[in-house]
């Protein structure tokens, strides 16, 4: 499950990466992408985390990412 997350969110921050020229130039297609791809992505990531969260309590990785994909997607 945590590998299916860190995979979900780089998909998502690679998205943004990508945009991110946009920002200034197509303020709508920025949006676009972000909002529907990237913060899709990010949304499963955190899915994913929350379940590797609760099969592995313990783990430092998933107390690590979860907050950073949180922070990502305000």
């Given at each position: 499950m945590y590998?299916?997350?860190v995979l979900?969110?780089?998909d998502g921050a690679n998205i943004?990466?990508?945009a991110t020229p946009l920002a200034n130039s197509d303020a709508d297609k920025y949006a676009a992408e972000k909002g529907k791809k990237a913060d899709g992505r990010f949304k499963e990531a955190?899915?994913?985390l929350e379940e590797a969260?609760?099969?592995s309590p313990e783990n430092e990785n998933?107390?690590?990412m979860l907050p950073q994909v949180k922070a990502v997607m305000k």
């Open positions: 590998s299916l997350g979900c969110y780089n943004l990466k990508k955190l899915d994913y969260a609760k099969i998933v107390k690590k």
